[in-house]
């Protein structure tokens, strides 16, 4: 008894086991071939059934109709017989040559016993084959197969060869068993054979035409995951939906192809660009140093001369910086916290560079109105487009002709499971060969300021929050941003 809890709780462990699983996945039919193969069988022996449920019907109903007219014919020749031709026992054997052990006539309502039944170990089945219906003629071979050895059969249809209201006739249901079963058994022999043969041919022509063509899909993937610079082979020139696939992915494995040997390229660019980038940092620094150096100077022309080459050191220190942000494989996953919008706001504007003498910032913003989000990235989103705004306003070459200096309205509210922060201002709009693709990278509405990357980095940006980033309404009345933060 030990020996046999034991190896009945290895069992258990195997079983639990993911290597037990493993064993089982191995041994199932994993494979489309095996698949289409069982469907196959599935399909034949369900329409086994549907061929053999209406045959067994008719074989059922034709037995016992010969049994109708057999008795009935042999009853017709007795009683055409002069009387006392035919003795009692002579009748009695003719009228179960039929197979029947009881016949009965009803004449204008006058039923006739022609034949007295033995007695019966239990109550015949009655069938009515007049106004028998399609479910009872489909029910009765199964009741047949399945009922007892001593079973009678009732049946009672109209006379065919002489006059009266029906015939009855008793018939012991065995001998229709045994003959049923061997109808069933032969009739499946011929299905089987029939449904194998058509079953084999149909299973070789969807694996000539599916299954070997999937699998050399299958192999050019598999070959190009592990090893995407192989060459892939020539698809095939069907005009199907397979020979379509096979010619997509070789079209996609090219594209793919192409486009990581022009990744490598990029990533051996982007190192050396960042090499550069860092030197130029390194000299900007040297070159800011000297200027502030310069800036203490009492030469009228080097005073002059510095606020262009401060602006100057500035765009290019913001170019290194945002190409190497950009160059960024990702942005770090956002800390989400609290933030009063409205002081988000103001410390965006005044890294901006909006102020009273200059382009201002209107803030339209409820009370104690808060987002969810990280308080850096959304710091540089806000900075990027109010810099953006107010350079806009500051190139306008219609900005004197205009009242004041210009200025850069937010707002903000809450729209079901989202907030919008909206940034307007009121500069000349975006060129419209711009407007479309103004969230690509380089792509600057300026002419010689900025670098085309802080819109890009901004939507990436607000994407990493879960939201998005858009341009609404550009023109000469001026151009309004949106930006939606998730609540």
């Given amino acids: 008894m030990n020996a046999l809890a034991d190896r009945l709780n290895t069992l258990r462990r195997r079983l639990s086991s993911g290597a037990g699983r493993a064993d089982w996945r191995l041994h199932g039919p994993d ?21 053999m449920g209406p045959s067994a019907a008719s074989f059922h109903e034709r037995w016992l109709t010969d049994r109708l007219q057999a008795a009935e014919l042999a009853s017709v020749g007795v009683e055409a017989l002069p009387y006392n031709a035919v003795d009692d026992d002579t009748a ?16 204008q309502g006058v039923l006739r016993q022609l034949l007295r039944a033995p007695d019966l170990p239990r109550t015949p089945d009655f069938i009515d ?23 009678s059969i009732r049946v009672r249809d109209e006379p065919r060869y002489r006059t009266g209201d029906f015939i009855d006739v008793v018939a012991p249901a065995q ?51 592990a090893d995407p610079e192989t060459v892939a082979p020539t ?17 996609m494995q090219d594209e793919v192809r192409q486009s990581l040997r022009a990744r490598s390229r990029l990533v051996a660019l982007g190192e050396a660009v960042a090499k550069i980038n860092h030197d130029l940092r390194n000299m900007l620094t040297s070159a800011q140093m000297a200027s502030e150096r310069l800036a203490d100077s009492a030469d009228p022309q080097v005073a002059k001369a510095m606020p262009r080459l401060e602006r100057a050191l500035g765009r290019a220190a913001a170019l290194t910086r945002n190409v190497l942000d950009y160059g960024k494989s990702e942005e770090p996953a956002p800390v989400l916290v609290r933030i009063p919008l409205a002081s988000a706001v103001a410390a965006a504007g005044e890294d901006a560079g909006l102020e009273r003498g200059g382009v201002r910032l209107v803030r339209t913003i409820p009370a104690r109105f808060a987002v969810q989000a990280d308080s850096d990235q959304l710091h540089r ?84 929050h879960g939201g998005d980033l858009r341009l609404v309404d550009t023109g000469p009345a001026g151009t309004v941003f949106e930006l939606k933060l998730p609540v």
């Fill in 31 to 51: 494979g489309l071939s095996s698949r289409l193969l069982i469907l196959t069988v599935l399909f034949t022996v369900a329409v086994w059934l549907l061929i």
């Fill in 92 to 107: 009695e054997q003719l009228l179960r040559i039929g197979g029947v052990s009881a016949v009965a006539i009803s004449d």
């Fill in 129 to 151: 084959l007049r106004r028998s219906s399609l479910a009872a003629r489909l029910w009765d071979p199964v009741k047949t197969l399945f009922g007892a050895p001593d079973r």
């Fill in 381 to 464: 989103i806000l900075v990027n487009l109010m810099r953006n705004a107010r350079q806009a306003i500051e190139g306008d070459p219609t900005r004197g002709a205009r009242r004041g200096q210009g200025m850069v309205r937010v707002t903000a509210e809450a729209e079901g499971e989202a907030v919008l922060i909206r940034i307007a201002d009121d500069g000349p709009g975006i060129p419209p060969r711009l407007s479309g693709r103004l969230f690509e990278p380089f792509v600057s509405g300026k002419s010689s300021d900025g670098t085309g990357l802080g819109l890009t980095i901004s939507r990436e940006l607000a994407a990493n």
């Fill in 235 to 251: 698809p095939s020139d069907r005009q199907d939906e397979i020979g379509r696939v096979e010619r997509e992915l070789a079209r």
């Fill in 175 to 225: 001998p229709l068993k045994l003959e049923l079963r061997t109808f069933l058994l032969n009739g499946l022999l011929v299905s089987l054979g029939i449904s194998l043969v058509a079953g084999a041919l149909l299973y070789a022509g969807l694996s000539f035409l599916v299954l070997q063509p999937l699998r050399r899909v299958t192999r050019s993937i598999e070959g190009f995951a």
